[in-house]
């Protein structure tokens, strides 16, 4: 049998509840194919068998108190995966679903993103089953505060910088960060990234996903000659991705016409493109209520209750950026009936691997691990500015995304089209990452 395919095999025995783990690590596997099987220094050095498997996996109690006095317990989580090409970097994330599985497919998609952002970082992943929704801020600070009494043991500035994902943005840093300093006695500012500007926090961090996931899509249009100018974009999420996807692709010209929440979806036939509109989506994510229906009240749009925005106008690029599997088979169905041209991932693992079968190659299909990498790129770039100890300015900062996200995307296509499959960015994406990090792990020895 081939090696890619015992190792899935394999993965599928060891591991058969990790249902989110096992759909990244099988499409990462089956597209490298192409690669390890003409080349027998892989198997030969284990080296698919060892990327599969973090490091470490740190899982601790994380016991706090609630407004009324009650005590609360949650688990803790940190997924050290791959360190080959730097120190494990990746993002928390705390919501109720949190599991081993979905911290492991995070993380191991964060090796190969991380790889590709042509910084020295590898790959980690962090959080919580803790549930933000509802919660006070008092509540929130004291659940930070428990949960790095435990992890500041685990992080450091050349061992793992953590930085926020979903329920984790600039306020949890903050937070963390806080108790992280009082308990070491060190201002390692390069230990978390996301922090706020006034202790060691980079100007963009917060808008750099969006922003990257637009210029990557950009890139995309570009191979054919069109751009971003004039497009009908649909978003998901409220958050600060979503955000910054408003904010840029507004910028270049398009209309954004979707945001949703686990409430439902809304639709704004007028585009999410003022000032006064993206202040309202900071606002609705700091109120801790976790629903969309607010934006459409407050600016008198349709909300569909329990609906995804895919289905209901028709638009030109698709980019989800809330959460894993947001994007089905169905939804990929009628984005191609209804002429989308793009679909981007800002969000990780946003479609599912039936609506990938279905649209990569109809339709221009970026993966998240590509139009996402935005985020821990400037993450990496806050990390050089803490250790150089200077701020670069925002037009500084902004040029250094804009090049890494196109190198991205030359990374993708020229490995894509090196592996017989050109266009296909999943393929190239994984391949580019892959190569790196091998690469590293073959210098490196069996460790
Ligand atoms: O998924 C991601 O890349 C993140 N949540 C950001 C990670 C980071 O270290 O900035």
Redo the contacts with the bound molecule.
Sequence with gaps: MGYVKTVIEQLHSKYPWEKEFLQAATEVLESLDVIVEKDPKYRDAKILERLVEPERTVVFRVPWTDDRGQIQVNMGMRIEFNSAIGPY?????FHPAVTVSMLKF?GF??VF??ALTTLP?GGG?GGSDFNPTGKSENEIMHFCQSFMTELYRHIGPATD??????G?GGREIGFLYGQYKRITNRFDAATL??KGLSFGGSIL?PE??GYGAVYFVEEMLKTKGDSIQGKTVGVSGFGNVSWGVCKKATELGAKVISLSGPDGCIIDPDGIGTEEKWAYMLEMRASGHDRVKDYADKFGVKFYPGARPWDIEPMDIAIPSAFQNELNEENARNLLKNDCKVIAEAS?MGCTPEAIHLINGPIMYGP?KAV??G??????L?MTQNTIRLSWRPEEVDEKLKWIMKSIHSQCLSAAEAANDPGNYAKGANIAGFLKVAEAMLAQGNV
Aim: no cysteine; proline share 3%.
């Design positions: 970097k990746g993002g928390l994330r995070l998609e964060q993103k991380n970082m992943k910088i953590p930085a926020g994902d979903v984790v990234t996301g961090r750099a996903t990780n998240g996402n990498a985020g821990v790129a400037v993450s990496g806050e």
